[in-house]
């Protein structure tokens, strides 16, 4: 069946750095977009940064740019997301997501897969 699991998360100072893992199986990875998004407690889902199917093409969210950077690896059916520079307001459990459209990244009915979420904690 399709899985999508996170993986990385943990407690960090503010200005330190996490990289977080989704390893993907039960579809085929490389003809799907990834996204990661994060939900912090009280607050709705948000958008975090996108990737095409190529990497040819990524997004961000404007509180992350210039700090988050999302890459993926098709053979090895994985997604990262690199996040440095880590803010108290960070604090989120991040997922990330699969979908086959791309016609607005950050709307979170376009994925047709999820994962559980890794809990991201930064102290300040």
């Known amino acids: 069946q399709v899985q999508l699991v996170e993986s990385g998360g943990g407690l960090v100072q503010a200005g330190g750095s996490l990289r977080l893992s989704c390893a993907a199986s039960?579809?085929?990875?490389?003809?799907?977009?990834m996204a990661w998004f994060r939900q912090a407690p009280g607050k709705e889902r948000e958008f975090v940064g996108f990737?095409?199917?190529?990497?040819?093409?990524?997004s961000y969210a404007d509180s992350v740019k210039g700090r988050f950077t999302v890459s993926r690896d098709n053979a090895k059916k994985t997604a990262f997301l690199q996040m440095n520079n880590l803010k108290p307001e960070d604090t989120a459990i991040y997922y990330c997501?699969?979908?086959?459209?791309?016609?607005?990244?950050?709307?979170?009915?376009?994925?047709?897969?999820w994962g559980q979420g890794t809990q991201v904690t930064v102290s300040s």
């Open positions: 997501s699969a979908g086959v459209t791309d016609y607005n990244p950050a709307l979170t009915y376009q994925y047709d897969y």
């Open positions: 039960g579809f085929t990875f490389s003809t799907y977009h």
């Open positions: 990737i095409s199917r190529s990497a040819g093409s990524t």
